[in-house]
């Protein structure tokens, strides 16, 4: 018997209001994530990727339709249970790094930990040995200000990846980088996610980037459609 997805979005349909009109950015979205595999989300502008990456990690809810994580419909759970279902099971990268600025890199990847209960000793090692897994052994006291968008962007992943989720989501992670920096990241994430058995769901507007993970969803005018 195969193993449960770890995520699955079931007729998720997300409606905003504007003025007078409502906005039907997400229509009946059906998609499985499975632990270990690295999924590419491409679609034009406006077809609705952070809607469905916001409601999927719990950060929004959706109009109507379930998001299933780890077998448990996480659709009518409180906003203190999604806060912690978030903290223990799900990762998020954005475009922009969100990095706190007056910490140093090794910090930014203690803050999830510390928020989950951890020790500020063990999260220390834990930041320690994920940093020097992507590249920055010799920069883990070094603020933001003092880093490359290359490096920045990999302490970022770093903190997505810290508390050993089940799923990263990522919305344009590279998308303010050039080529080959941007490759740089990607290989250290896929590999740092294969590593540890994560999932990871990556929005992208970067076909090449796309065309080296597992598969490509693409969704236009709010659904899944065929490649």
Same mark, same amino acid.
């Given at each position: ?6 995520? @699955? ?40 990727? @952070? ?26 759970? @409180?906003?203190? +249970? ?21 910490? #140093? ?46 490096? +920045? +962007? ?26 080959? #920096? ?5 290989? @250290? ?6 590593? +540890? ?31």
């Amino acid at each position: 018997m195969s193993e449960a997805p770890v995520l @699955s979005l079931r007729d998720l349909h997300r409606t905003y209001r504007s003025g007078d009109r409502l906005l039907h950015v997400l229509d009946g979205v059906e998609l499985d994530l499975d632990a270990g595999e690295i999924v590419g989300l491409v679609g034009p502008s406006g077809s609705g990727k @952070s809607s469905l990456l916001h409601a999927a990690g719990l950060l929004e809810r959706p109009t109507s339709g379930r998001v299933i994580v780890e077998g448990r419909d996480c659709t009518d759970l @409180s906003e203190a +249970q999604r806060t912690r279902m978030r903290l223990s099971a799900i990762g998020f990268v954005y475009q922009a790094h969100h990095l706190s600025p007056e910490f #140093t890199a090794a910090e930014n990847v203690m803050l999830p930990q510390l928020m989950a209960g951890r020790t500020p000793a063990a999260a220390r090692e834990r930041a320690t040995a994920l940093l020097a897994e992507l590249g920055l052994a010799d920069r883990t006291e070094h603020q933001p200000a003092q880093l490359s968008g290359g490096e +920045q +962007q990999r302490v970022a992943v770093a903190r997505a990846l810290a508390n050993r989720p089940r799923i990263l989501l990522a919305d344009e992670p590279t998308g303010n980088l050039d080529p080959d #920096t941007s490759a740089s990241v990607f290989d @250290s994430l896929r590999r740092v996610v294969r590593g +540890q058995g994560t999932a990871a769901l990556i929005a992208t507007h970067n076909l090449e980037l796309a065309g080296r993970m597992d598969r490509i969803l693409t969704l236009r005018q709010g659904r899944i459609v065929p490649a």
